[in-house]
Structures are given as structure tokens and as C-alpha cells.
């Protein structure tokens, strides 16, 4: 069962690092120039966030409707 263990703590590890480089990369490391600008939402993706977010909000506080 030790084997075992270890395998777990090395593909835990292994499954954390692209996570953990992220990570480091926003928090640590200088952002390039020119970067390009993110995009902005249009109308519709707009109304989808909208009516996503009502109906996660009405489902979730009127779960019985």
C-alpha cells in the first residue's frame, strides 16, 4: 500500500503542475508588450450570460418551479 501512495502523491503532483504554472506565470513573471486587448462581448453573448445567469439564479433559489 506505500507503492501505491507514492504513485498518488506523484500523479498529484504531476496533474497540479500545469495549474500551479499558471499560476506562477499571472503572479510572478512580467507581461509581454503589446498584448493584444480582450475581445468585448457583443448583444448576444450579452443576453446568453443574462439568461444563463437568471435562470442558474432562479433554478438554484426556486428549485421546485
Known amino acids: 500500500q506505500i507503492g501505491l ?3 498518488l ?5 504531476i496533474a497540479a503542475y500545469p495549474y500551479l504554472r499558471v ?7 512580467e ?5 493584444p ?9 450579452r443576453a446568453t450570460l443574462l439568461i444563463a445567469g437568471a435562470a442558474t439564479l432562479l433554478f438554484g433559489v426556486l428549485p421546485d418551479c
Open 5 to 7: 501512495a507514492i504513485v
Open 9 to 13: 502523491a506523484l500523479t498529484s503532483v
Open 23 to 29: 499560476v506562477w506565470m499571472m503572479c510572478f513573471e
Open 31 to 35: 507581461s509581454q508588450e503589446g498584448a
Open 37 to 45: 486587448e480582450p475581445p468585448v462581448a457583443r448583444g448576444g453573448a
